[in-house]
């Protein structure tokens, strides 16, 4: 059962060194970030009418420096998402992030930048004002939607489509003190809810991976 996360999880990432930090990431939050996945992923099935599989963040290539983020990713891929559009849940200590999320080894970015690029008032219609945009996962910051123009838009997209190592990911983020993080019931409602909203994104890039005749 997923009850939420406490401000003990988020404290995870004060712990100095790699091991001591992974430790509390595995003691805390992994646990966690399963019960979710289990509640979210068979929802993001149906919502996709793809079949979503669960991958929790290992961080193994990390020799030294502990990591300042942790996530689940949810793929339409058994074996891997990061190649794949796909949509997570994770943590800085600042914030939790909901987002759907196509970063730097997804093939389809420069399909998917045209299709997005083809109608961008779309985009800035769709997507709610309250929502935010990042363009690099590894980095807490991100752009509020409401202060974006279409310009704006526009270049983010077109970035996507030219910079080989160029991300993008559109969501929500949740301050660390917001008593819904408490309320696992409240809690999963806003991620269903958040990706159900970003969803036709998903929905261009499955479309943008399909190869033309």
């Avoid at 004060?14 to 970030?33: C, N, S, V, W, Y």
């Avoid at 045209?114 to 004002?129: A, G």
Wanted: proline fraction near 5%; charged fraction near 25%; hydrophobic fraction near 40%.
């Amino acid at each position: 059962m997923f009850n939420g996360f406490t401000q003990k999880d988020f404290d995870v990432f004060k712990i100095d060194g790699l091991e001591a930090r992974m430790k509390g990431i595995q003691t805390h939050i992994q646990p966690k970030f399963q019960a979710l996945a289990d509640e979210v992923a068979p929802s993001l099935s149906a919502l996709a009418g793809d079949e979503f599989f669960t991958h929790i963040a290992q961080h193994a290539r990390r020799k030294v420096n502990p990591p300042n983020d942790t996530w689940v990713a949810f793929a339409a891929n058994k074996r891997g998402y990061k190649m794949m559009p796909h949509f997570q849940v994770g943590l800085y200590e600042s914030h939790l992030f909901v987002w759907f999320a196509v970063i730097y080894e997804a093939q389809v970015k420069p399909t998917l930048a045209n299709q997005l690029l083809t109608d961008v008032s779309k985009w800035k219609r769709t997507i709610p004002e309250e929502f935010s945009w990042s363009l690099d996962h590894m980095k807490p910051s991100s752009f509020d939607h409401r202060d974006l123009s279409e310009e704006d838009l526009s270049s983010m997209f077109t970035r996507l489509r030219d910079v080989k190592k160029a991300e993008l990911l559109c969501g929500i983020t949740i301050d660390r003190n917001d008593p819904i993080l408490h309320d696992g019931n409240k809690l999963l409602s806003k991620i269903e809810h958040t990706f159900k909203t970003v969803m036709p994104l998903y929905q261009e890039a499955q479309q943008a991976s399909i190869p033309s005749s």
